[in-house]
Every structure is written in structure tokens, then in C-alpha cells.
């Protein structure tokens, strides 16, 4: 159990293993289903400046979470924590604990590359590779080296994300022919495709039209039943849309002029909108700030 | 501008928009980018006007097929044949080495610097890679003759045989292939760090490694800068003469065999087009034949790798 993350001999069944419900490998407190994410007191520095800190939360099983707050406020850096992306900017340097199924994701030894099979991720802009539609699929599976049917795999991840109807025509064209929100569908069947247990959406319609929006909303409230997922949104409707729980997160200046962001309020979706515990929530969340 | 206030039935006062000024500097200086842009067509236009004079006089007085047919290349002999395929093949042997050096070292360098480098290591190492594109050819001539010759023939282990002579392709072709590396790593290189960041950010959110970020995305991403690259690390390699002069010998040989001396088509072109050459002789017309010969297989070259990456590349927006 504590050297899953190393071992990379058994790809295709990685979630399984690891994410039994009501296990709390580490003893913590059992509610319904033990959190699939949780951090402790993470602080995420950029060249020794706090970006984010003492960020302490637990991220449920099969849940939408969402990260709101103003811009600049770290809600991109904390997500980017949860899979070690931090790690490919040299500057950055994350402390604390980010425990992913009670093993840390720091911890020594622990490959950021192996995290990423685990914990996937789509990002602001589209980013398919310059590559056929199948060919981005396949991607994921293929550098993993998944021993698995690739056709069966790309029908299932585009079907999962909506796509399959749309391409099954021309899965051998590029993908950059397609329109921005069917790219990002396709981004998001790529990461299904590997197989993961989480999915990081990092502001994942902030480049797209309401329509295309509303597609990958529908989307995202139905890959819940199967994955955990972390959304970042500069849309508050969005997070009341497709969200179950939502973390408000916002900028704090120190005496140098430093911003860093914290957590003010982490709860229900539905209490943070209408009975938000900090006045700083209730400003931004009534659109009084923000 | 009308001062009038808004109601519809008083009529504003016409704005007057000024007619065009004739605007001559502006015309001068398209005029001087126009030029600029087509010194070069021109040149070349001139060149394959000026070869093919000559060219075509040649061969009224030595037979197409005997250019490409005979086996020998001794034009100046009593006996005179003019076969080119000994210098053809002179210039390719040389080229096959370099190529077998200078491409993978040079997209190696570029690999390394553009994805594996510190920003330190590479803010040092970029600049003195292109530095060395600067060296003089004729210097990398003489560290091939009295470096790398003798390191070869030192250490020439006993079981291949015979160790090369002083003057061997394969010495030349070595250098050429060293030299070409900056020019291959450079322009490489500006084409994989021009890939943009995010798609390497998604391939390694789907738990790829650095080698596999590098080798099927950026690489095949930048191919079309990468293909560009190597066009011109080879046809420096194929044109030029100092080096191959000094290290290869100019002895006209028709063999692909590294250790023997050869004579490419630039260094027969440049030990025979001295000034004592007379005009009009046929020694005269045959460096133009040559000359034209080595015209059209660059042109094909680069054509041909043209094709190749639109056929290959993956274009990103």
C-alpha cells in the first residue's frame, strides 16, 4: 500500500487498489467515505514567497469541489499541487502534506509521474496535441504502455466526454479542426482515457462560449459518479451549477506587500452561497468584491 | 464637427475628409524592402544563368552520357575521361559521415539544452554553441589533419585492417559532421523552445515522463524547424571545400570507403578554377558542369525535405 505510487508495474488497475471506501488507511476520522485528497497546513512557495498557505482540507470521494476566489488568489497553484505540475516550474516549492488516499504525495520517493497517472488533469485553454483525434486519446494510454484494446479505449473516453457522436467520423483528422469546446471534451477524454481516480480541471471553460460551457458542465456533473473532481472557476454560477462543495479562497497581504492566498471558507456549495460564515465570503460571493 | 444640436431635419455640416497625401517616403522605403527582398532571387536567378552557358557548351563537346556514365574522372589527362560519378560519389562518402556525426549530436545538444538543460546551463551553453559556428572552415580543415588523423591512425585498432592514409574521407567527413552540430542544435533548438508550454504541460498531466514529452511532442511539434535544421547543417556539409581539400586529399576515387582519400566536386571546382584558368577552355566549361551538377543536387535535396515535412509535421495553431 505505501509504495503504490512507485511501483509502476500495475497501471490498469490502480484506482481499485487503492481507493476501497470507508478504508481510512491512516485511522482518520471515518464519515461516510474517506477523503480521496487532504491536505496539511500546504504552503506553495514561488522563489521563497508564499503563494498559497496553511491550507488544511479534505477533498471527498466522487464529489465536485470547486476552488473560487478573486484572481491572483492561488486556486490554480493549490490545484496544481494535487498532481505535482508545481514540479516542472523550478521556482516553485511546495511544504505540507497533500495525502492522496493517506499516502503523500511528497513524500520521499514518490515519482510525480506516477501521481499523474493517478490524478489527471485539463487546463484552461485547450491543449490537444498536434496530433489526430484518436492519436490524443491514445496518447495517455500509450506512454503508460495500458495493455489494453486502444479502440475500446478511445470509443470509451470520447463517449464519456461526449464526443464520440461527433468524431466517430473523423477520428484520423486533427484534432486542431475542431471547435474550442470539442477540444476541450477531447482534452477531457484524453485524460479519462488513462484511467485516473481524480480529475483537476483547471478554469476549464474560461475559454469558452456559454454553449460549449454548459456541455462540459452537464459533463463534469456526470463524471462524478465515477471520478473525484477539482474544478477552479472565476464563475461563481458555475460553481453553484455542478459543485457539491466549494472552497473560497482569497488574497492576503502581509507587511511586505506580499499576496498570498488562503482558505477562508471550505463547506457545503449551498451554505457558502447563502450562509457563508466569514464576511469575506458573503463580499465576494453577493458580487460586492471580487 | 457640427455644433449643431441633434434634431433630424438640420443636416450636419459635411466632414471634409482630407485627400490622400502622396506619402514618398513611405514609397521609398517599400521600394528599398522590395529591393532587399529580391537581391536574392536575383543572385540566384544569376547564378543559373551564368552555369548554364558553359554548362551547355560543355557538354556540345563532351557527351551527356559519357558524364554519367564513365567511371573515371581525370579531365585534364591526354587521355581525358569525364565521368563525374568518382567526385559525386567523393562528395556523398564525405557527406554520409557527416551526417552519421553532425545530426544526431546536433539534435541531441538541441534536446538537451531545449528540455533537459538548467536555464542556467543553457543561458551558457547556447551562446557558445553559436560561437562556434563562426569558427573559420579553414581551421577545422587543419584540426582534421593534424588532430584528428593522427588520433585516428594512433589508436587504429590492428584487427580492421590497415589504418587510413593522411588524407581520408572519413577525416573530413568527421570534421564536416562537428561543424555542422551548432547549426543543427541552434535552429533545433529555436524550434523546440518555441513549442508552446501547455502542450507539454498536458502530456505530462497524463503521466508521461521528460523523455516521452520530448520525444512525441515536442520533437515531432518542432519537426518542421528540426528538418530546416539539418537541410542546412548537410548542405553546408555538401558544399564545402576547405576542409574536405585539406583532410581528404583531391584524389578523384570512386568508393564510399571512409579510409581512402577521395575529391569531392567543390574541392575539384576550387583546386581547378584557379586564375590562371582560361576562359572558354574546357577546363573552364567542365567546373561550370560540375558546378551546375552540385546546383541541381542541393535543390533536389532541399526540395525533397520540403515535401518531407509537410508530409510529417504537426502543425500547433
Known amino acids: 500500500m505505501a509504495d503504490q505510487l512507485q511501483t509502476g508495474a500495475d497501471v490498469k488497475t490502480a484506482p481499485p487498489a487503492i481507493d476501497a471506501p470507508d478504508a481510512a488507511p491512516n485511522g482518520g476520522p471515518t464519515s461516510s467515505s474517506a477523503p480521496v485528497l487532504s491536505t496539511e497546513n500546504v504552503h506553495v512557495f514561488y522563489d521563497g514567497i508564499p503563494a498559497v498557505k496553511e491550507v488544511t482540507m479534505d477533498i471527498p470521494r466522487h464529489r465536485v469541489t470547486a476552488f473560487i476566489g478573486p484572481s491572483g488568489c492561488g486556486k490554480s497553484t493549490l490545484l496544481r499541487s494535487f498532481n505535482r505540475m508545481n514540479d516542472l516550474i523550478p521556482s516553485a516549492e511546495v511544504t505540507g502534506k497533500v495525502l492522496y488516499h493517506g499516502q503523500d504525495l511528497y513524500g520521499s520517493g514518490v515519482d510525480p509521474v506516477e501521481v499523474r497517472k493517478h490524478i489527471g488533469m485539463v487546463f484552461q485553454k485547450p491543449n490537444p496535441f498536434p496530433k489526430s483525434i484518436y492519436d490524443n486519446v491514445a496518447f495517455g494510454p500509450k506512454v503508460l504502455g495500458m495493455k489494453v484494446d486502444m479502440d475500446e479505449v478511445v470509443e470509451n473516453s470520447l463517449r464519456h466526454a461526449a464526443l464520440w457522436d461527433e468524431v466517430k467520423d473523423r477520428l484520423k483528422q486533427s484534432a486542431f479542426g475542431m471547435s474550442g469546446g470539442q477540444q476541450q471534451r477531447l482534452c477531457i477524454a484524453r485524460a479519462l482515457a488513462t484511467n485516473p481516480d481524480v480529475l483537476l480541471m483547471d478554469e476549464p471553460c474560461s475559454a469558452l462560449d456559454p454553449i460549449a460551457t454548459g456541455r462540459i458542465e452537464d459533463l463534469m456533473v456526470r463524471l462524478r459518479e465515477e471520478y473525484t473532481i477539482v474544478i477552479v472557476t472565476h464563475n461563481m454560477q458555475q460553481a453553484t451549477r455542478v459543485s457539491d462543495r466549494t472552497a473560497f479562497l482569497t488574497v492576503e497581504l502581509d507587511e511586505q506587500d506580499n499576496r498570498t492566498g488562503v482558505v477562508v471558507e471550505y463547506d457545503e456549495t449551498e451554505k457558502v452561497f447563502s450562509q457563508p460564515s466569514d464576511s469575506r465570503t458573503e463580499a465576494y460571493v453577493t458580487g460586492r468584491i471580487g | 464637427m457640427s455644433?449643431?444640436?441633434?434634431?433630424?431635419?438640420?443636416?450636419?455640416?459635411?466632414?471634409?475628409?482630407?485627400?490622400?497625401?502622396?506619402?514618398?517616403?513611405?514609397?521609398?522605403?517599400?521600394?528599398?524592402?522590395?529591393?532587399?527582398?529580391?537581391?536574392?532571387?536575383?543572385?540566384?536567378?544569376?547564378?543559373?544563368?551564368?552555369?548554364?552557358?558553359?554548362?551547355?557548351?560543355?557538354?556540345?563537346?563532351?557527351?551527356?552520357?559519357?558524364?554519367?556514365?564513365?567511371?573515371?574522372?581525370?579531365?585534364?589527362?591526354?587521355?581525358?575521361?569525364?565521368?563525374?560519378?568518382?567526385?559525386?560519389?567523393?562528395?556523398?562518402?564525405?557527406?554520409?559521415?557527416?551526417?552519421?556525426?553532425?545530426?544526431?549530436?546536433?539534435?541531441?545538444?538541441?534536446?538537451?539544452?531545449?528540455?533537459?538543460?538548467?536555464?542556467?546551463?543553457?543561458?551558457?551553453?547556447?551562446?557558445?554553441?553559436?560561437?562556434?559556428?563562426?569558427?573559420?572552415?579553414?581551421?577545422?580543415?587543419?584540426?582534421?589533419?593534424?588532430?584528428?588523423?593522427?588520433?585516428?591512425?594512433?589508436?587504429?585498432?590492428?584487427?580492421?585492417?590497415?589504418?587510413?592514409?593522411?588524407?581520408?574521407?572519413?577525416?573530413?567527413?568527421?570534421?564536416?559532421?562537428?561543424?555542422?552540430?551548432?547549426?543543427?542544435?541552434?535552429?533545433?533548438?529555436?524550434?523546440?523552445?518555441?513549442?508552446?508550454?501547455?502542450?507539454?504541460?498536458?502530456?505530462y498531466a497524463l503521466g508521461s515522463t521528460k523523455r516521452t514529452v520530448a520525444l512525441r511532442v515536442v520533437v515531432p511539434a518542432a519537426l518542421s524547424g528540426i528538418v530546416a535544421s539539418f537541410v542546412l547543417g548537410v548542405s553546408r556539409a555538401i558544399g564545402e571545400t576547405i576542409v574536405v581539400l585539406i583532410a581528404a586529399g583531391n584524389t578523384p576515387n570512386l568508393t564510399f570507403n571512409p579510409l581512402e582519400s577521395i575529391q569531392t566536386m567543390t574541392a575539384f571546382i576550387a583546386t581547378t578554377a584557379t586564375g590562371d584558368i582560361g576562359v572558354g577552355t574546357l577546363e573552364f566549361k567542365t567546373v561550370f558542369a560540375v558546378g551546375a551538377l552540385l546546383f541541381v543536387i542541393t535543390l533536389a535535396m532541399n526540395a525533397l525535405s520540403i515535401w518531407l515535412v509537410r508530409r510529417f509535421r504537426e502543425e500547433y495553431e
Not at chain 2, 455640416?13 to 537581391?39: D, H, M, N, T, W
Not at chain 2, 567511371?71 to 559521415?97: C, K, Q
Not at chain 2, 531545449?114 to 580543415?141: C, D
Not at chain 2, 555542422?180 to 523546440?192: G, K, L, N, Q
Open chain 2, 3 to 203: 455644433t449643431d444640436s441633434p434634431p433630424a431635419s438640420s443636416s450636419p455640416a459635411p466632414i471634409q475628409l482630407s485627400r490622400q497625401k502622396a506619402r514618398y517616403g513611405e514609397r521609398v522605403i517599400v521600394g528599398f524592402l522590395i529591393f532587399c527582398a529580391v537581391v536574392s532571387v536575383l543572385t540566384t536567378v544569376g547564378i543559373v544563368v551564368a552555369l548554364v552557358g558553359p554548362t551547355i557548351e560543355f557538354f556540345r563537346e563532351v557527351p551527356i552520357t559519357d558524364f554519367f556514365s564513365a567511371d573515371e574522372w581525370a579531365p585534364f589527362f591526354a587521355d581525358a575521361s569525364f565521368g563525374v560519378f568518382p567526385i559525386v560519389v567523393g562528395t556523398l562518402n564525405v557527406t554520409f559521415w557527416a551526417i552519421l556525426i553532425g545530426l544526431p549530436l546536433g539534435l541531441g545538444a538541441a534536446i538537451f539544452l531545449s528540455e533537459y538543460a538548467s536555464p542556467g546551463t543553457r543561458k551558457v551553453l547556447k551562446p557558445t554553441l553559436e560561437v562556434l559556428e563562426g569558427i573559420p572552415t579553414v581551421a577545422y580543415g587543419f584540426f582534421a589533419l593534424t588532430f584528428v588523423t593522427p588520433l585516428i591512425r594512433d589508436n587504429w585498432p590492428g584487427f580492421l585492417g590497415d589504418p587510413p592514409g593522411i588524407f581520408s574521407a572519413g577525416a573530413a567527413g568527421i570534421v564536416l559532421g562537428v561543424m555542422i552540430v551548432p547549426t543543427v542544435a541552434s535552429i533545433s533548438e529555436d524550434a523546440m523552445s518555441a513549442v508552446p508550454r501547455s502542450l507539454r504541460e498536458g502530456a
